[in-house]
């Protein structure tokens, strides 16, 4: 496999054939444990290059699927998990609340994410909505006072 597609489909994880978006979002919460005991600007930095790195995958990974966001392609989940992570206690009530609320907003797509994913092409339109909806979890995590 293409080392493009191997990131964008997150090892694979992508290719499940129920619910690849949920897949891969699973498979980035073992990242998030090797990352959260970093400081801050560490975590920041990791979920950054992950990001750009994810959007130059995704934007290979759609040539190559022949699709434009194909559903394979989750490395958008992984980071947009990690946003949502970013800060918060380590607790698995966190980290499980922290999961549902991302999915949800990836799901439901509240404005402007689905502006977002209609307006933007390639790598960065794969990437900017997960990002958004991660934005909105963690958002909805420090209301209630997990971060």
């Known amino acids: ?3 493009s597609l191997l990131l964008a489909t997150w090892g694979g994880m992508g290719r499940s054939p129920v619910a690849p978006g949920t897949v891969g979002t699973l498979g980035a919460v073992p990242l998030w444990f090797l990352l959260h005991p970093l400081p801050l600007w560490s975590y920041l930095a990791a979920t950054i290059l992950l990001l750009l790195a994810g959007g ?4 290979k990974a759609e040539e190559a699927l022949g699709s434009r966001d194909h559903p394979a392609i989750v490395v958008d989940e992984v980071v947009g998990f990690l946003v949502t992570m970013a800060a918060v206690d380590p607790s698995p ?3 499980l609340l922290g999961f549902a609320l991302f999915r949800s907003m990836d799901i439901l797509k509240p404005p402007p994410i689905r502006w977002l994913e209609r307006r933007l092409r390639g790598g960065a339109g794969v ?3 997960d990002v958004l909806a991660g ?3 963690r958002a909805l995590l420090g209301l209630l006072g997990l971060c």
Do not use: G, K
């Open 127 to 129: 990437m900017a909505d």
């Open 1 to 3: 496999m293409r080392p």
């Open 135 to 137: 934005l909105y979890a």
């Open 93 to 95: 009530w966190a980290v």
């Open 56 to 59: 130059i995958a995704a934007s």
